[in-house]
């Protein structure tokens, strides 16, 4: 170890940098090189996104399907089908010719397939249909169900009749009615023979919308308030907009379930096949108009629980014997009511004292832990933030260490403080490294910061105790004097070798010296290739896609990674991950500690400052400046008859029941998923509770629960009535990438499409009216299962495209594991804006198009955003006015393909799509980057990958298809 007075510089090495990054295969040389997931370099594919259906009343819709969703494509020659202009009528189903749209991209006409010619896919021949998305379609070649472009199939085949969609009941009144969407049976067009059934197109607007089905539920549910004192009442749709009023159940920003109605029995279950399962965001944030939890405090008896199963006291607790007792709402023990606690009951049996107190009125508080929930029955230390800055040539020669150094000066004044303190308790630290670590002394005595080098990887340890971990305002000008000269001292590196681990078990030392929990802030750039413990290489073999050695590429290479993990939320050390990769990195390996402590992974391909400072720059903030639960558990009690048997997100499990999370922040969620122990009570429900006690910013021990009452049911109706849609496929995703560590991905697809299809046969089966085979029922609030599911399968991690790499695929499956529901909705289905349709004064977003080409004009420009990606599509004949207002050139052609940054311009329109983009960016976690994308242009592959309801260059079927193969699998399940 070497101690120098002043910082010194790091002694050069030898070594050879990476040079330039690679360039990009066959894309402009004017676009930026940080596309999807942070890249695309070599033209780069991306996830998807989704969007939801509801059992929320519907309005009568225009062209979209009646209410369980049922649609018959009328043939050339039968029966006239009713008006589309007037009302609906109850049940009435839909077909016929497309409705033409003018200024379209040109398509060529429908044509028929020879007699006999069948659509197949991995499941066997599909029945003939016509696809809105892409006319003009032919059968694939690739093994994969859905059609290329080209002739299309007619009906008049030995297959089924082409299926219906639509729902089955007519008309609703608003809400707060709910009528039975099955009570009303839908008319069927009569049975033709195959000679008459010529081709046709289906309409598009006839097969379920997401973009109505959002729509319908804003009109619907975003005008009142969301009261939550009724037991098992379905949500509005996280697409929504709608303020929460707690009366005793969690708010849906806690909590949302794929059912707000249980089986009573688990052979009810497994016959739906619907997973019963709760994505929980303890620690979300809420809108400004709704309080934060309130903190209860019990003085140093603390909170008030169970004697038996250890629930908290809830509203749903019943006192007995004139409140001297409680009967435990989850396990039904009695227990004594301590004289402090007590208070006599009304004549309805209620505490008098139920509304002054958070924990016997709402659904989410807070309770002060005593010392008996902390570590070695002492309260803790405030938590500490540590800095760890890769200083190899590739992070030197890219700008990246001047400018977090640059940054770090002034973000250091919003690290998060509690309430209203005036400054911040937490303290922070900075170690720089290559292949040896650099610690810094930087006590607020010193005139100059200190480096102290430690070479012995093999060995880690912390050099330093006392001036390592400081407070920022005392030690100001020291911080400030280390990171001007961070910069300076390795501007002349030629070291390109890393280590990882080392770095990290170095924190983590650092923190467990210090007797306190915290969070890593590790800026990486390279494989870490040099000699030290966690040493890896480079494993990157696309030729395993699609084999049974697939699963390796998700998998870490070695064990090293999970055991540190392991030891890190031992010490309730959180690490996030931000990565500036030239090349192949290890995601699968190196975003395992994150993922395990409940950290974020950050990646910035091929990272240049000129295009990507701002999206680094906007996601370091809010990361450093996000509320975080340190060194947490978290545990999900459940009522008699169901309990929790499976978690998904980024924490540890060391047993069966506790959730352990080094850090846990307001963006991150906990999936769980219930089985049944025992029949449940139609009258009593079932009940959850979420306790999570983690350590504050400030270093206060606190206890957040949750609390959630559902209703039970003995008749499948009602549970198919109160599922959500949104909540189901995050939960499937979640079980999806997961399952691709251990299992073929084609085997998770099968898996997927398989399920879907018993649920929907089910319904079919046991809830809907008879009808004829040839139509598809779908439940009314699951009748987008189809269209999101068709996402998930077409996403990158479970049908990659060619383009895309094997880090990008493991880093989307990380980042999935723990979204929450709004931000799956969109990210399977993305949004697309039209930006030319509304007046220029509208301060309101434009109303959304569904994600397929056919829905692009080339006299326009669209807006689509995932969470992750912003594309800007600019159609070929759009107004020359319109390029001089957005982009300050006279035309089309003059446009710079790939452009990240619009000109500020002083006009309407300039100030309009400007502020959308804001807009919209502030709605998700992370910075998303605009990349302009032209008509025809080589960019416009990559947008396109967003056009979900279209059939996908790697092979995933359209939205028309897809619901084809589903009622294909669904007759086969009944028949």
């Known amino acids: 170890m070497q101690i120098s007075g002043a910082v010194a510089p790091a002694p050069p090495s030898s070594g050879l940098g990476y040079g330039p990054p690679t360039s990009l295969a066959s894309a402009s040389g004017s676009f930026p090189n940080s596309g999807l997931y942070g890249s695309y370099p070599q033209g780069q594919a991306s996830p998807l996104s989704q969007a939801q259906g509801h059992p929320g009343i519907q309005t009568p819709q225009r062209s979209a399907p009646s209410q369980a969703s049922g649609f018959t494509p009328p043939a050339s020659g039968g029966p006239r089908l009713p008006s589309m202009t007037g009302p609906l009528l109850p049940g009435q189903s839909f077909g016929g010719p497309s409705v033409s749209q003018p200024n379209h991209v040109s398509s060529p006409p429908p044509q028929a397939l020879p007699p006999g010619t069948q659509m197949t896919g991995p499941l066997g021949p599909l029945p003939p249909m016509h696809s809105p998305q892409q006319p003009g379609y032919q059968p694939q070649q690739n093994g994969s169900f859905g059609p290329a472009r080209g002739p299309q199939p007619n009906y008049g085949s030995p297959y089924p009749a082409a299926p219906t969609f639509g729902s089955q009941s007519g008309p609703q009144p608003l809400p707060p009615k709910r009528l039975d969407p099955d009570a009303i049976p839908s008319p069927q067009l009569?049975?033709?023979?195959?000679?008459?059934?010529?081709?046709?197109?289906?309409?598009?607007?006839?097969?379920?919308?997401?973009?109505?089905?959002?729509?319908?539920?804003?009109?619907?549910?975003?005008?009142?308030?969301?009261?939550?004192?009724?037991?098992?009442?379905?949500?509005?749709?996280?697409?929504?907009?709608?303020?929460?009023?707690?009366?005793?159940?969690?708010?849906?920003?806690?909590?949302?379930?794929?059912?707000?109605?249980?089986?009573?029995?688990?052979?009810?279950?497994?016959?739906?096949?619907?997973?019963?399962?709760?994505?929980?965001?303890?620690?979300?944030?809420?809108?400004?108009?709704?309080?934060s939890p309130y903190v209860v405090d019990h003085g140093e008896s603390g909170p008030l629980r169970c004697n038996r199963c250890k629930a908290y006291m809830c509203p749903f607790m019943q006192f007995i014997e004139g409140g001297r007792r409680f009967q435990c709402c989850f396990c039904s023990c009695i227990n004594d009511v301590p004289p402090q606690y007590f208070q006599h009951l009304d004549h309805t049996g209620k505490r008098v004292d139920a509304y002054d107190r958070p924990e016997l009125s709402l659904g989410s508080y807070e309770f002060l832990a005593t010392v008996d929930y902390c570590k070695n029955n002492k309260f803790p230390s405030p938590p500490a933030f540590i800095f760890m800055i890769d200083v190899s040539y590739n992070a030197i020669r890219t700008g990246l260490v001047r400018l977090l150094c640059e940054e770090l000066k002034s973000l250091l004044d919003f690290l998060p403080r509690e309430g209203g303190a005036e400054e911040s308790a937490i303290r922070v630290g900075f170690v720089t490294y290559n292949k040896v670590l650099h610690?810094?002394?930087?006590?607020?005595?010193?005139?100059?910061?200190?480096?102290?080098?430690?070479?012995?990887?093999?060995?880690?340890?912390?050099?330093?105790?006392?001036?390592?971990?400081?407070?920022?305002?005392?030690?100001?000008?020291?911080?400030?004097?280390?990171?001007?000269?961070?910069?300076?001292?390795?501007?002349?590196?030629?070291?390109?070798?890393?280590?990882?681990?080392?770095?990290?078990?170095?924190?983590?030392?650092?923190?467990?010296?210090?007797?306190?929990?915290?969070?890593?802030?590790?800026?990486?750039?390279?494989?870490?290739?040099?000699?030290?413990?966690?040493?890896?290489?480079?494993?990157?073999?696309?030729?395993?896609?699609?084999?049974?050695?697939?699963?390796?590429?998700?998998?870490?290479?070695?064990?090293?990674?999970?055991?540190?993990?392991?030891?890190?939320?031992?010490?309730g050390c959180c690490v996030d991950l931000f990565l500036f990769p030239n090349q192949y990195v290890d995601v699968a390996t190196l975003s395992v500690v994150p993922q395990l402590t409940g950290g974020s992974v950050y990646k910035y391909a091929c990272f240049q400052v000129e295009n990507d400072q701002e999206r680094f720059l906007s996601d370091l903030r809010r990361d450093v400046q996000k509320v975080v639960g340190f060194d947490a558990v978290m545990r999900v009690r459940t009522s008699t008859g169901i309990r929790a048997v499976d978690f998904f997100g980024a924490f540890y499990m060391s047993n069966t029941t506790d959730v352990e999370l080094a850090g846990l922040d307001g963006d991150k969620t906990v999936t769980v998923e219930f089985k049944h122990d025992d029949r449940l009570n139609e009258e009593s429900g079932a009940l959850l509770q979420c306790a999570l006690l983690y350590t504050s910013c400030a270093g206060q021990r606190r206890l957040r629960i949750h609390n959630l009452a559902l209703n039970c049911c003995t008749q499948l109706a009602d549970l198919y009535r109160n599922c959500e849609t949104d909540t189901l496929i995050n939960y499937m995703a979640k079980f999806a990438y997961r399952g691709v560590l251990n299992s073929p991905v084609k085997a998770v697809r099968d898996t997927l499409i398989t399920q879907c299809a018993q649920i929907l046969a089910c319904y079919r089966k046991n809830c809907a009216s008879p009808s004829s085979a040839g139509q598809l029922i779908l439940p009314e609030c699951m009748k987008l299962l189809p269209v999101y599911l068709n996402c998930v399968l077409k996403s990158d991690v479970l049908q990659?495209?060619?383009?895309?790499?094997?880090?990008?695929?493991?880093?989307?499956?990380?980042?999935?594991?723990?979204?929450?529901?709004?931000?799956?909705?969109?990210?399977?289905?993305?949004?697309?804006?039209?930006?030319?349709?509304?007046?220029?004064?509208?301060?309101?977003?434009?109303?959304?198009?569904?994600?397929?080409?056919?829905?692009?004009?080339?006299?326009?420009?669209?807006?689509?955003?995932?969470?992750?990606?912003?594309?800007?599509?600019?159609?070929?004949?759009?107004?020359?006015?319109?390029?001089?207002?957005?982009?300050?050139?006279?035309?089309?052609?003059?446009?710079?393909?790939?452009?990240?940054?619009?000109?500020?311009?002083?006009?309407?329109?300039?100030?309009?799509?400007?502020?959308?983009?804001?807009?919209?960016?502030?709605?998700?976690?992370?910075?998303?980057?605009?990349?302009?994308?032209?008509?025809?242009?080589?960019?416009?592959?990559?947008?396109?990958?967003?056009?979900?309801e279209d059939k996908s260059l790697s092979g995933g079927a359209s939205y028309v298809d897809f619901l084809c193969h589903m009622h294909k699998e669904i007759r086969q399940l009944l028949s």
């Open 190 to 291: 009569s049975e033709l023979p195959p000679q008459q059934k010529t081709r046709h197109r289906i309409d598009p607007d006839a097969i379920p919308s997401p973009i109505q089905v959002i729509e319908d539920d804003r009109n619907n549910r975003g005008t009142e308030p969301f009261v939550t004192g009724v037991r098992g009442q379905v949500p509005p749709l996280v697409t929504t907009n709608f303020l929460v009023k707690d009366q005793g159940n969690a708010s849906p920003r806690y909590i949302r379930c794929t059912s707000y109605n249980i089986p009573c029995t688990s052979d009810m279950a497994k016959q739906a096949q619907v997973p019963l399962a709760a994505v929980i965001k303890p620690l979300a944030s809420l809108p400004p108009e709704e309080a």
């Open 439 to 571: 610690f810094y002394n930087v006590k607020s005595s010193l005139a100059q910061p200190q480096m102290m080098v430690v070479s012995d990887v093999a060995d880690m340890f912390v050099p330093l105790l006392d001036g390592f971990l400081v407070n920022v305002n005392e030690s100001r000008a020291v911080i400030t004097s280390l990171l001007d000269q961070i910069p300076e001292m390795f501007a002349d590196t030629r070291e390109t070798e890393t280590v990882f681990v080392p770095v990290i078990q170095a924190g983590m030392e650092a923190l467990k010296a210090a007797e306190c929990a915290g969070k890593l802030f590790l800026f990486h750039t390279s494989l870490p290739i040099a000699e030290a413990p966690g040493k890896l290489k480079n494993r990157d073999d696309r030729k395993l896609i699609n084999t049974d050695k697939e699963k390796t590429l998700f998998q870490p290479q070695t064990g090293a990674y999970q055991t540190l993990a392991k030891e890190c939320v031992a010490q």
């Open 800 to 948: 990659p495209g060619a383009e895309i790499t094997t880090d990008d695929r493991a880093y989307v499956r990380q980042l999935v594991t723990s979204m929450d529901v709004a931000e799956t909705n969109v990210f399977f289905y993305p949004r697309l804006l039209p930006l030319t349709k509304s007046p220029i004064e509208s301060t309101t977003e434009p109303p959304a198009v569904r994600a397929s080409e056919e829905r692009l004009s080339n006299g326009d420009m669209y807006l689509l955003e995932n969470g992750l990606n912003l594309f800007l599509w600019v159609g070929a004949s759009v107004q020359q006015g319109v390029v001089q207002s957005l982009f300050s050139v006279s035309s089309f052609s003059q446009i710079t393909s790939g452009l990240s940054v619009l000109p500020v311009l002083d006009n309407p329109l300039s100030k309009k799509v400007r502020g959308l983009i804001d807009s919209l960016r502030a709605q998700r976690s992370r910075y998303m980057k605009l990349i302009v994308v032209k008509q025809e242009d080589k960019l416009e592959m990559l947008f396109k990958h967003f056009l979900v």
